[in-house]
């Protein structure tokens, strides 16, 4: 998609796009939360796209078949086997040990309905790849998104989420009451869920 697409799909959709942070590393995970409709993804490339940032995103296999192949990983789709979860990570680690710039975009909630957890292999793959998060969003309440905070994980999981729950708390996504609560399964029990 390019920027001028971008910025067009942007405008008639009455979408304000957040100017990304200063300090934008050259390799990072960037979440996209709220996952609420099949209209958060492009929407999110656009954003991402109109604010100067090319992100590769994950994709089933079925998607980069046929006529339609060239043209999602044209996009900065990368085809991955949902059948191979655990292998899936060490892959994507491996993918930012040989790039020198890596955004790769993943919808931390895994679904468009409500969850009660978000998916935790974007955490694993920044932890163990060594980068940030940048927090990526929509918001449909305001109608702005693009890239917000930037985190450094520290291996506490809870802490880490803290982080990412002060960023999500007010985020309503497309499709108000889609969105579940920014938590990992890894959490304890005992940590209050906003």
Known sequence: MSSLLARTYLKLGRWTV??????????????AAPHTTNWDFPLMLALTRASGVRVSWLGKRSLFKG???PIMRGLGGIAVD???PGGMVAALVAEFAAHDR??????AEGTRSHAPFWKSGFYRIALEANVPVVCGFVDGATRTGGLGKVVTLS????SDMDMLREFYGAKTGVKTGNA???RLKEESPAQPTP
Not at 18 to 31: E, G, S
Not at 102 to 107: G, H, N, T, Y
């Open 102 to 107: 890596l955004a790769l975009l993943i919808p």
């Open 155 to 158: 291996g506490d999981v809870s």
């Open 82 to 84: 949902r059948n191979a």
């Open 180 to 182: 579940g609560p920014v």
């Open 18 to 31: 957040v100017a990304p942070p200063r300090d934008l590393p050259d390799r990072y995970v960037m979440i």
């Open 67 to 69: 006529p339609m192949g």
